[in-house]
């Protein structure tokens, strides 16, 4: 096992690191720039070492610096959380070049399933379905447009190295084909200094649905199940949950299969995410494959009782995936909102500053991933991620009524966040029903809200449909076989030899 990990990165995903290494016995060595010195991370690592300015350019996104700081540190291995350069295969390289383990997929594997239409590409050589459209990098604008109108409109031109939902446009005809190509390219050309687009067919109002694979280095590949992230303004997440409400176990048979087939056939290790679009008939369309940990990996961890860091660590060191991890299921239902320091009433915009007060929310099924403090600043040059809220329950309904109940505990002070819009997301009906798809909050928010729309009323009352979740969760509770931690898949029963034998071998785990 690892004596010193260098985390580098910042925030609440370094936090999340850090503490899988403190219970795993390993040090941590955390970065950070001028704007960071105070930030969570730097004091719960062990050590910490400044890289530079407050601009991720010459701070957290120079290879050599933390190079430099790792040999300095003494570390044997990196784990690079998620943004910055966790999805540049130079960094990979890098530490295998100085002798350090990177704590993710190998470069040659992130390169051909992270690169956007090289992932298309090899899903059409593994049967896996993509969305209609380019599978190479647009050359000639008369060809894409001619294409685009043979397809039919509207059409999503993306960014070959597209991320953040930079360098997209949604086109919805001929006339304005062109312009929006000049945008989309000139976008990804200041966000990835790569100005390459492809062509989407625009699928009406999709659900997106995202496989967890893990895959060791012996040649064990596995799905971990799948996550619902439908609820996005402007295509990023905004709320995920696991399992999916639309998803049936044959669907999770079949995604689960399509993306293991993918991540076999890219040489993949270590934990990564395959992402489709599921339309209105259940057909499922492959979108991307994410090398890395993802945000929302929380979700994930709450209903298959795994420590998805610990496992990146134990892969990265050698170990083998035990072979009953193939057969888990989900247990129960989990919700994760993202956090922001953003002012909703201001269409989203940053809300850095001081912040004054703030009070947690806890109590059953509630966790709170973050990476803030009371009179911390947070600081204007990164995302504005202050944290994720994440609610376990027994049922989608009890998570519901969970997270709403977390989110009234939940007090921040001297900065905007966007708290109040879960509130009202968490009580639409087409929410509750697990009716939305990814344009539905863009909808939403376009939509005037009535004086009298229950996310204004007094969010203590319980209202008749809190009460039926009540009663369900009771219910539901009651006839919870308290040893059903993990189950088996399909229609086998687990005898309790079987569970327990599981339950070591999870204990066996680092
Ligand atoms: P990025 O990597 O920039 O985040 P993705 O390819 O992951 O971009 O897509 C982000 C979101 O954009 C998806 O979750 C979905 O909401 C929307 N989207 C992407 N491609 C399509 C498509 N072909 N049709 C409809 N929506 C799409």
């Not at 291995?77 to 540049?88: Q, T």
């Not at 899903?123 to 109108?149: C, F, M, W, Y």
């Not at 790569?194 to 040649?219: N, S, T």
């Not at 009070?359 to 403090?373: E, M």
Request: with cysteine.
């Amino acid at each position: 096992m690892f004596r010193k990990i260098l985390i580098a990165n910042r925030g609440e995903i370094a936090v999340r690191i850090l503490r899988a290494c403190r219970e795993l016995g390993i040090r941590s060595a955390a970065v950070f720039s001028e704007v960071d010195r105070k930030s969570l991370h730097v004091r719960l690592a062990d050590e910490a070492y400044p890289i530079g300015p407050a601009p991720s350019r010459e701070s957290y996104l120079c290879i050599d610096k933390l190079m430099d700081v790792a040999r300095r540190a003494g570390c044997d291995a990196v784990h690079p959380g998620y943004g910055f350069l966790a999805e540049n295969a130079a960094l990979p390289r890098a530490c295998t070049d100085a002798g350090l383990t990177f704590i993710g997929p190998p470069a040659d594997a992130m390169e051909s399933l992270g690169a956007k239409t090289a992932g298309r590409q090899l899903a059409r050589r593994v049967d896996v379905p993509t969305v209609p459209g380019t599978n190479d990098p647009i050359e000639k604008l008369a060809e894409a447009q001619s294409l685009a109108h043979s397809m039919g409109y509207p059409v999503l031109l993306k960014a070959v190295a597209g991320g953040g939902g930079k360098g997209m446009r949604v086109v919805d005809g001929d006339a304005e084909f062109e312009s929006a190509f000049r945008d989309a390219s000139s976008e990804a050309m200041n966000a990835f200094g790569d100005d390459r687009l492809y062509l989407e067919k625009y699928l009406d109002r999709p659900h997106h649905v995202e496989i967890q694979i893990f895959a060791d280095a012996h040649g064990r590949v596995v799905s971990l199940g799948e996550r619902e992230c439908s609820v996005q303004r402007r295509h990023q997440k905004v709320i995920e949950e696991a399992p999916s409400p639309i998803i049936t176990p044959d669907l999770r048979k079949k995604m689960g299969d399509a993306a293991v087939r993918l991540a076999r056939a890219g040489g993949y290790v270590n934990a990564g995410t395959v992402e489709f679009l599921v339309d209105a008939n259940l057909n499922f369309y492959f979108l991307e494959v994410n090398t890395r940990l993802q945000v929302e990996h929380p979700v994930t961890e709450q209903v298959t009782g795994l420590d998805l860091v610990k496992l990146q660590i134990a892969i990265a060191a050698g170990h083998r995936l035990p072979f009953a991890w193939e057969s888990i299921t989900p247990r129960g239902h989990a919700m994760e909102v993202r956090l922001y320091a953003e002012d909703p009433d201001n269409n989203f915009f940053p809300s850095p500053g001081k912040i004054i007060s703030r009070q947690v929310p806890s109590g059953p099924g509630v966790r709170l991933d973050d990476g803030v403090y009371e009179g911390w600043t947070v600081p204007n040059d990164y995302d504005p991620l202050l944290g994720k809220l994440i609610a376990w329950g027994n049922s989608r309904e009890e998570t519901i009524a969970r997270l709403r109940r977390a989110l009234e505990e939940y007090t921040v002070t001297g900065i905007k966040t966007n708290v109040g819009l879960f509130r009202r997301i968490l009580v639409e009906p087409d929410f509750l029903r697990g009716e939305m798809h990814t344009r539905w909050l863009d909808e939403l928010l376009r939509r005037p809200r009535s004086a009298a729309s229950p996310a204004d009323q007094n969010q203590t009352g319980n209202s008749p449909s809190d009460a039926a979740a009540i009663a369900a969760a009771i219910w539901q509770a009651s006839q919870w076989d308290r040893h059903a931690c993990l189950s088996c898949s399909s229609a086998d029963q687990p005898s309790r030899w079987k569970l327990e034998g599981r339950r070591a071998q999870l204990d066996r785990l680092p």
